[in-house]
């Protein structure tokens, strides 16, 4: 199934972008990711297509414009990427097209932590979360107060990430849980990685959406 996508601009922060809605869509998914990335991370774009043929929209935008992506105390600024994550949030519930839609937060890296601020500040926007090889850790002080179920998923071979998000697990007190790809690094690199991701988030998502009245 090959769904439109519609280049968008969120008007506060002039930021750009990228969003695909499938025909009867059953949530949205705000994609945030991690340092160094953008919009157009192939990653995140090949997990954004798999949801979406699991009848998900998806939305993919940067969390800093072209100049503060040259700036590194911005990228990982984690109040200022939670709080544009707040504003894609606010950004989507005044669309016609989008409001009524649960809505889901899919974090990579710095992004994770951005995604898990603006789920602790709006506890009852957030259906779900899914963090791939996040660092929840810089989301300290905000990890107690998150509601929505959360995923955190990590390559076995990512080490040191792998034991923050141990950590961050601890720390969380929603429904909660932590999957570990075997044998993949970071970035998901390896032959079979980043499916394992995109089937886990798909089955979280899913099943945890509000029940239709």
């Not at 998914?29 to 160094?36: D, E, N, T, Y």
Request: glycine share 8%; aromatic share 6%.
């Amino acid at each position: 199934m090959t769904v439109a996508i519609e280049p968008v601009v969120l008007q506060e922060s002039s930021l750009q972008g990228d969003l695909a809605v499938p025909t009867q869509a059953r949530a949205l998914v705000l994609f945030a990711h991690g340092s160094g990335s953008s919009r157009l991370s192939e990653r995140n774009r090949w997990v954004a297509r798999m949801l979406q043929r699991e009848g998900m929209a998806t939305l993919l935008f940067d969390l800093l414009t072209p100049d503060e992506a040259q700036d590194r105390r911005k990228v990982f600024d984690v109040p200022l990427l939670g709080q544009r994550m707040e504003q894609a949030m606010q950004w989507a519930s005044q669309r016609q097209d989008l409001g009524s839609l649960p809505l889901c937060l899919f974090g990579a890296s710095t992004g994770a932590a951005a995604a898990l601020v603006a789920a602790a500040k709006w506890p009852q926007a957030i259906a779900a979360v899914v963090c791939r090889g996040g660092r929840p850790d810089l989301a300290q002080g905000y990890l107690s107060r998150v509601q929505a179920p959360t995923l955190l998923i990590v390559g076995g071979d990512d080490t040191e990430v792998l034991e923050l998000n141990r950590s961050a697990l601890r720390q969380l007190r929603c429904t909660k849980r932590l999957e570990v790809v075997p044998g993949a690094g970071h970035l998901f690199e390896e032959s079979g990685a980043l499916e394992s991701v995109a089937a886990l988030a798909a089955e979280w998502f899913l099943g945890h959406l509000p029940t239709p009245e």
